[in-house]
């Protein structure tokens, strides 16, 4: 079974410095990978996916992820953090077999201060 | 754009009342799920249906039921409130394995 464990559930970074977010996932076939925000009040939003292509994935926003096979991570990066870029960040995985269902991770709420 | 539609934003309702939770796709979709978020808990996935008239349970189906008539509409029934179904309700959409989500129905069980 798959599963994501996301290692922060609290982030807090000034405007203009850098964001980690942290992920791990299991699976037992080869995962497609994926990060969603959620800004206050509002749905989910796919930020960016991995499918087995190329293991940098680059996404909206100026966020960008990596897929570490050998470290089984899916971190998000961003160089600099902007104020509209605080909100909740899920990342998810989800088997390329069968029914292929989404397992969400806990979340990480990222905080941006001036 | 795809656009997922849950017709209620805020609901509130008394324990032992039974609740309908709608929502409305655009896009022909086949596949269509219903989440509830709970601080620290992330998304869980209580009931999924991949065509009309279709449905399997997730992973926390009980107190929970669906309705599929239509290719547009899944609906999530309550059929008996009780205050630890207060949560986030939330529909989403599928197409390959992108999902597409609604607003959100926040939902008090008092």
């Known amino acids: 079974a798959q599963s994501v464990t996301q290692l922060d559930s609290h982030v807090s970074v000034s405007e203009g410095t850098p964001v980690l977010l942290r992920c791990n996932y299991s699976?037992?076939?080869?995962?497609?990978l994926f990060w969603y925000v959620q800004h206050p009040n509002k749905g989910l939003q796919l930020l960016l996916k991995y499918t087995s292509a190329a293991t940098l994935v680059k996404g909206i926003n100026g966020f960008e992820a990596e897929f570490k096979k050998s470290e089984t991570s899916f971190h998000l990066t961003k160089p600099s953090a902007h104020m509209s870029d605080a909100a909740e960040y899920f990342c998810v995985v989800s088997d390329r077999e069968g029914f292929q269902k989404l397992v969400f991770g806990t979340g990480t709420r990222l905080l941006v201060s001036p | 754009d795809v656009k997922v539609t849950q017709s209620s934003r805020y609901l509130v309702k008394r324990t032992g009342e039974k609740v309908f939770l709608e929502c409305v796709q655009d896009?022909?979709?086949?596949?269509m799920f219903w989440y509830r978020q709970d601080p620290g808990l992330g998304l869980r996935l209580i009931y999924f249906?991949?065509?009309?008239?279709?449905?399997e349970k997730g992973d926390i189906p009980e107190g929970y039921s669906v309705s599929r008539e239509k290719k547009e509409r899944f609906s999530l029934i309550l059929e008996s409130a009780s205050t630890n179904q207060t949560s986030m309700y939330l529909c989403a959409t599928r197409r390959t394995q992108v999902a597409f989500f609604g607003q959100g129905t926040r939902l008090t069980v008092v």
């Open positions: 699976s037992s076939y080869s995962p497609s």
């Open positions: 249906s991949y065509d009309v008239k279709m449905k």
């Open positions: 896009m022909d979709h086949e596949n």
